[in-house]
């Protein structure tokens, strides 16, 4: 953690004292993906944690002490390195799936859209344009 620390600061005070945002607490406030305000989740991890609740300054204060180069680091780490470190992962037709959307979208009912991607009924039934051409 310490070498992490030390890479991974902005200045080379950043990090060393104990905090109540510890770099490990930043990091997993920086890595949840929410739709929640930012103090909103401050006081959720005050509670959470156990730790005194903390300023949005504080947090922005904080979090400017990180570079970006830590999450590069943690995604090589954490993903790259324990999916595809050992190469014995499964193919969709020989690539590998790296993300997915679920995602549906109306596409033109050509019958060359319908051979290539099928098709689907939606409770929908507005026109898409280009569907009768």
């Known amino acids: 953690m310490d070498s992490f620390k ?5 200045r ?7 905090r109540k945002l510890s770099l490990p607490l930043l990091m997993t406030l920086l890595l949840q993906k929410g739709v929640k305000s930012i103090q909103l989740l401050l006081n959720e991890m005050s509670l959470h944690w156990g730790v005194s609740p903390v300023s949005h300054s504080a947090f922005s204060q904080r979090r400017m002490q990180l ?3 830590a999450f590069i680091e943690l ?3 954490a993903v790259v390195d324990v999916m595809y470190g ?3 992962y ?3 037709k020989g690539m590998r799936v790296l993300g997915i959307d679920g995602s549906k ?3 033109p ?12 009924s939606y409770s929908n039934t507005a026109k898409v344009e280009g569907a009768d051409s």
């Open 86 to 88: 050992d190469e014995d």
């Open 6 to 10: 030390a890479q991974h600061r902005t």
């Open 75 to 77: 995604n090589q780490k």
């Open 109 to 120: 009912s050509t019958p060359s859209v319908i051979g290539e991607f099928g098709e689907i």
């Open 90 to 92: 499964q193919t969709y």
């Open 67 to 69: 570079k970006h180069t």
């Open 12 to 18: 080379p005070t950043d990090f060393t004292r104990d």
């Open 105 to 107: 979208i109306m596409l």
